[in-house]
């Protein structure tokens, strides 16, 4: 498998699907999460729960890292020459182990040149869990990316510490909450919602705003929006696609003015 994980960017088995986001109260595109996908010429599809551990363990995270980056960021610019004034952002996963690579600020700019990508429209996101166990060592490496006008989110919240203490100590400006979350809003009803809503409150006034993952069903966005959740990300609004359908999907929720 690392064999093969090594050679699938080369034989164009891997690509890039995009899934919308939405402002919630106004249903007026916010952008979109960059996700990778391998499609194995034998195997099949191999979800990435299973191939990015093992690109991490190889390495090989680093080259499919930048492979990811490089292709969001050339939508993103894609997007912005299409969608003026939208203000559009692209989220893109990044691994520990790129954050700790002393080179990556600097290949993220580069990255960012070629492409004409605005930083501004760009969103990196690290999980919770991987923040707070690496904190020491990848605290410079988020300020450095967020002084540069790269925006930064925190992912997967709530599928580990759940801790808002460490939120003031990095730049971050979203936090993501994790499917699972999102999910016990019609399991475990009140409890559920009012750590949600304590949530937004928490990252409203440290100027954060708060992605709902996992969106599938319209109660959970009637809660959502009851407390103010920033925006929603999920199949209740539509799937991964290619960049093309994806495009299609936000040009049509962009009417109105931006919130």
């Known amino acids: 498998m690392p064999d093969d994980l090594r050679r699938a960017i080369e034989r164009g088995e891997m690509s890039v699907l995009y899934q919308p986001q939405l402002f919630l109260e106004t249903g007026r595109a916010a952008g979109a999460e960059a996700l990778v996908r391998w499609e194995h010429p ?3 599809p191999i979800p ?3 191939f990015i551990p093992l690109a991490e363990e190889s390495g090989e995270i680093l080259d499919l890292g930048r492979w990811v980056l490089e292709r969001a960021c050339e939508q993103a610019a894609l997007w912005q020459r299409e969608l003026p004034g939208s203000g559009l952002k692209v989220g893109v996963n990044v691994s520990v182990l790129q954050l700790e690579h002393p080179g990556f600020p600097g290949a993220l700019a580069g990255v960012l040149r070629s492409t004409g990508a605005a930083p501004e429209g760009i969103v990196l996101e690290i999980t919770e869990s991987s923040l707070l166990e690496h904190e020491s060592r990848v605290a410079e490496a988020l300020w450095r990316i967020r002084r540069s006008g790269v925006m930064l989110a925190v992912d ?3 599928t580990g510490y759940s801790s808002l203490s460490y939120l ?5 400006d979203y936090i993501k909450v994790d499917r699972s979350l999102v ?3 019609e399991t ?3 409890r559920t919602v009012s750590l949600l809503e304590a949530l937004v409150v928490f990252a409203h006034s440290l100027k ?3 992605v709902a993952e996992g969106v599938e069903t319209p109660g959970q966005l009637e809660t959502l929006r009851g407390i103010h959740c920033d925006i929603g990300q999920g199949v209740l609004f539509s799937g991964p696609l290619p960049a093309a359908g994806a495009g299609a999907f936000l040009a049509e929720h962009l009417p109105g003015d931006p919130p």
């Open 156 to 158: 997967d919240f709530g």
């Open 48 to 50: 990435p729960e299973r």
């Open 208 to 210: 954060m705003r708060v």
């Open 188 to 190: 475990n009803g009140e």
């Open 168 to 172: 003031d100590r990095f730049p971050v």
């Open 183 to 185: 999910r016990r809003i």
């Open 42 to 44: 034998e195997r099949g």
